[in-house]
């Protein structure tokens, strides 16, 4: 991992290299161009961190906030950049932004062992399954981590 990127915002213009990204972390199950875009749309409830490394998006994060809940929605890290240290990196930026005694959700494919591993490592725990959560009916860990 090299210096020189920057961790930011997201906004509607990065949508095609996010969906890059997305076809490429997901295959099949990637989430649609729309889905991406709507998600861009800089609601008050939603947003989108991404490392830029002023070429091409390298990883994103996608939230919403609820009330006194976060939820992790989305994330990738492009393949081609995959053990890196770049998905801690944009987790621990993220959480840097937390205020203290947050709770964060996400859910994860059950089979997902490289994110699994990453997400108990920065303090995530495992708190229950989604059965059928994916289009191909494979189940989802939710995880919950607190500030």
């Not at 906004?11 to 972390?25: G, L, M, Q």
């Not at 989108?48 to 994330?75: G, L, S």
């Not at 709770?103 to 495992?126: C, M, Q, R, W």
Request: proline fraction near 2%.
């Amino acid at each position: 991992m090299n210096d020189k990127q920057i961790i930011r915002k997201a906004t509607i213009n990065d949508v095609d290299n996010i969906f890059s990204i997305e076809r490429k972390a997901f295959h099949k199950d990637h989430w649609s161009f729309k889905m991406i875009m709507d998600e861009l749309n800089n609601d008050k409830d939603r947003a989108t961190w991404v490392i830029d490394n002023f070429k091409n998006i390298i990883a994103y994060c996608m939230v919403r906030y609820f009330y006194d809940e976060i939820h992790i929605i989305n994330m990738a890290v492009d393949p081609s950049m995959q053990c890196k240290g770049y998905g801690k990196k944009l987790l621990d930026y993220f959480f840097d932004q937390l205020p203290t005694y947050s709770s964060v959700f996400l859910e994860v494919k059950h089979s997902n062992f490289p994110a699994i591993s990453l997400y108990l490592d920065i303090g995530f725990e495992n708190i229950g399954i989604r059965t059928n959560y994916y289009r191909d009916g494979s189940d989802a860990l939710l995880m919950r981590f607190k500030k």
